[in-house]
């Protein structure tokens, strides 16, 4: 069965840091590229950052660029977002997407909120 599980979501002042984790299954996770959306309330689904599956590649979209970082641990089948500099607007849903060439799978997400 293919699971991707985030964690690490919660409630954080501005200013502050969370990691999320994305912890994958039943698939070859090194083969996929592993993305970080987030979803606020009433807001459409938008992409936060993106790790390449074969060299580490990163991007980041402008909002979180200097703030957030990406990362995997391709032997703990997992992915990260370390996420500092927290803002209010930052508050929303987390998801991660694993693409493979034909593939892709999504997880349930985890909330982060930061007060103001």
């Known amino acids: 069965e293919v699971q991707l599980v985030e964690s690490g979501g919660g409630l954080v002042q501005a200013g502050g840091s969370l990691r999320l984790s994305c912890a994958a299954s039943g698939f070859t996770f090194d083969d996929y590229a592993i993305g970080w959306f987030r979803q606020a309330p009433g807001k459409e689904r938008e992409g936060v950052s993106c790790?390449?599956?074969?060299?580490?590649?990163?991007s980041y979209a402008d909002s979180v660029k200097g703030r957030f970082t990406i990362s995997r641990d391709n032997a703990k089948n997992t992915v990260y977002l370390q996420m500092n500099s927290l803002k209010p607007e930052d508050t929303a849903v987390y998801f991660c997407k694993a693409y493979g060439n034909v593939l892709s799978y999504w997880g349930q997400g985890t909330q982060v909120t930061v007060s103001s």
């Open positions: 790790i390449s599956s074969s060299d580490g590649t990163t």
